[in-house]
């Protein structure tokens, strides 16, 4: 039955995440359903991260950075050397359930208007919560985490299509990066799963959430060891994100929503005391403005939706 289904790699970055490595890839050697090839792309890591893998996972290959140069370039590595007809990406801090691959695999080979596929994540810690049931958008354009920290009692356990589905633990079919282009590098860390995923949306890929397949996370182990890094970065691919992809009319039409979201963003933030970083962010951002105008027009000449189904993801929260 398994030799039936389409090929899979799986791709994983890392980033000095020897303390998460045995979890996750404990869990890769229990699937069910055989991967053709797993990689492990590392940022320059320092912790041993590539001694440990090459001694205890032998079948894992190894792609190595000399630094640290972010989710997405290190991610798109992986893309160019993995053989896979689906791509399977996946957090280091990750631990999965042992039919994960299989039931991605096999809804996303079932159904040919779907680009990707996400299953149902829960807290590594309390798997009474959620982690995530895949990504959303509210009615000011801002990228949400469904599910997030609520508890898994029954509204998250139904297939639905979603608007995207988070890097961090989902399966891409291969096509989608040779049409629409891979992550976007300038990017960096922090939305560039959004970024794809409504390139995805405006060319015509589906999403859907697959609650059968659960995957553990530990949301943050490495991000949040670099402070306020995460603030910072989210600001900035924010603002890249809205003139990158967003249509012309739909972008007009919610900019007073968008401007209303970014103001209470930047007052939660600086109460916060991320002041600095939120600001820092915001300025980058200003300053990614003419290179995204220059790929928005690739953009949005592959888009084939209309502006009413984009708009069909975005919910009623700020």
């Not at 320092?46 to 090459?54: A, H, K, L, P």
């Not at 959303?136 to 985490?145: D, E, F, H, K, V």
């Not at 060891?225 to 995460?230: G, I, K, V």
């Not at 249509?247 to 970014?262: E, N, Q």
Request: charged share 25%.
């Amino acid at each position: 039955m398994h030799s039936a289904l389409p090929t899979v790699s799986i791709i994983m970055p890392n980033w000095n995440g020897l303390d998460h490595l045995e979890d996750s890839l404990r869990s890769l050697a229990q699937q069910t359903l055989r991967p053709l090839e797993t990689i492990m792309v590392d940022n320059g890591s320092t912790d041993g991260s590539v001694e440990f893998v090459q001694r205890r996972y032998p079948w894992v290959s190894i792609i190595q950075l000399d630094h640290n140069t972010g989710f997405a370039v290190a991610v798109n590595r992986g893309i160019l050397a993995a053989k896979g007809e689906f791509l399977a990406l996946l957090n280091n801090d990750t631990e999965l359930s042992p039919t994960w691959l299989e039931v991605l695999v096999t809804a996303l080979a079932e159904r040919k208007e779907l680009g990707s596929v996400a299953g149902k994540m829960l807290n590594f810690f309390d798997r009474s919560f959620i982690d995530g049931a895949g990504d959303g958008i509210t009615i000011a354009g801002s990228p949400y985490t469904r599910g997030y920290a609520e508890p898994d009692d029954g509204r998250f356990s139904s297939r639905e299509y979603v608007f995207g589905v988070c890097a961090g633990a989902a399966l891409i079919r291969g096509e989608v990066f040779n049409r629409i282009g891979m992550f976007d590098e300038d990017f960096i860390s922090y939305f560039e799963d959004v970024d794809l995923a409504f390139r995805a949306q405006l060319a015509g890929y589906k999403s859907l959430y697959v609650p059968e397949a659960i995957c553990y996370h530990k949301r943050g182990a490495t991000g949040n060891a670099l402070a306020t890094y995460p603030v910072r970065m989210q600001e900035r691919n924010l603002t890249a994100y809205y003139i990158k992809d967003y249509p012309l009319m739909l972008l007009l039409t919610k900019t007073p929503l968008i401007v209303a979201s970014r103001v209470r963003r930047i007052y939660r933030l600086m109460r916060a005391g991320m002041g600095r970083a939120m600001w820092h962010g915001f300025f980058e951002g200003l300053a990614l403005i003419p290179r995204m105008l220059v790929k928005r027009r690739e953009v949005q000449k592959r888009r084939t939706v209309s502006l009413s189904y984009m708009k069909s993801f975005m919910r009623r929260r700020l």
